[in-house]
């Protein structure tokens, strides 16, 4: 079901989605958390295709903010707000509501969207693109518990990690670090398997790529150990190489699906490990609202390694994040996070 509201306030709305679940027989609240979609007009649709979907697995009332500025001093001046709300099939599991707002308005969003907020439930804010360069500071993310942000989708997608080291608060994250996720678990689970002390590491992926990155910083946060960061043709990243006295643990993904894990010692298996789609990254950020430590550490720490090579990882500075850079921030580190053995991350 779907319902126009034009040149409205948050109490109308308030009152249509009462009216809409009560015509669909639906007069209860499922809901548990309220996610808002900071967008433009432009990526609006695949944005709330990602939220609707992620939505079936948390039902959740999707808020979706799309500024409208407007071009002539007139339109700027003036305000309204216009809202379209979908509620049954229309909108996943949850309800949807599109707000757009003109003029002024656009520069207030908080006052539109605070009254429409799920009580008692957790607030997740999440920017496709363009995210306010402090999240935490942002009106809308000081409602939230939860802040996401895509520095993939950034035109400086390793610039933008050292924006968000610097401005972390707890409940920051970052898409680029929730599609390194099956790459981590797999590589902990190798450890797990041989115990043995590692002495550097690897990770290829295509130049700029933000995920490719953080995992280098992540390995050479937990590990203390040095990461040289190699440029492929992608898709995305395509291997990590542990460096270890019986040999080389090599995990790599040439297609973007199929990954071949070798351990030495062991017969080579295949495990799937395909990029997955917006919606499942959304899903698996909805699954835990406590602060990620891990991301924190590890973005905090790129930042160090970043700035002591003077340039971007990736493109035409090979090893930007090289071997050369953990050995500096580990430096600067009081003590090492591996022990003897070789610490497995976590």
């Not at 203390?224 to 990590?240: C, I, M, N, Q, Y």
Request: proline content about 7%; overall charge negative; some cysteine.
């Amino acid at each position: 079901m779907k319902i126009d509201l034009t040149d409205t306030n948050s109490s109308k709305i308030n009152n249509g989605l009462i009216h809409a679940r009560r015509a669909i027989g639906t007069p209860a609240v499922g809901m548990v958390l309220t996610l808002v979609v900071v967008t433009d007009e432009g990526n609006a649709y695949d944005a709330l295709r990602a939220a609707g979907d992620a939505s079936r697995e948390h039902p959740s009332r999707i808020l979706a903010v799309i500024k409208r500025h407007g071009r002539s001093p007139r339109e700027r001046a003036g305000s309204r707000l216009d809202a379209e709300i979908r509620v049954g099939s229309d909108a996943g599991t949850g309800e949807t509501v599109l707000l757009r707002l003109h003029g002024e308005l656009a520069n207030h969003a908080e006052s539109v969207v605070l009254p429409l907020l799920l009580p008692d439930a957790p607030v997740v804010v999440w920017w496709p693109e363009d995210p306010p360069a402090h999240p935490s500071e942002d009106p809308l993310g000081r409602l939230a518990q939860r802040r996401i942000t895509d520095a993939a989708a950034h035109e400086d997608p390793v610039g933008q990690l050292g924006n968000r080291a610097e401005t972390y608060s707890p409940g920051d994250t970052d898409l680029a670090w929730t599609r390194i996720t099956p790459w981590r678990s797999m590589l902990a689970a190798a450890l797990d398997q041989k115990h043995a002390k590692i002495k550097g590491a690897v990770v290829e992926g295509e130049a700029y790529n933000p995920s490719t990155e953080l995992l280098g910083m992540w390995l050479a946060d937990r590990l203390g150990v040095p990461v040289e960061r190699r440029v492929s043709d992608g898709p995305g990243l395509t291997a990590v190489r542990l460096s270890t006295a019986d040999g080389e643990i090599c995990l790599d993904r040439a297609d973007g699906a199929l990954a071949e894990l070798a351990v030495p010692g062991q017969p080579d298996r295949h495990v799937a490990l395909k990029r997955r789609e917006t919606a499942e990254l959304i899903a698996e950020e909805l699954r835990r609202l406590d602060p990620d430590d891990i991301y924190e550490s590890a973005v905090k720490f790129g930042v160090d390694r970043l700035s002591a090579d003077g340039g971007p990882a990736g493109g035409d500075v090979p090893g930007a994040t090289g071997a050369s850079a953990p050995k500096k921030a580990a430096a600067k580190k009081a003590a090492p996070k591996s022990d003897a053995d070789g610490e497995q991350p976590k």
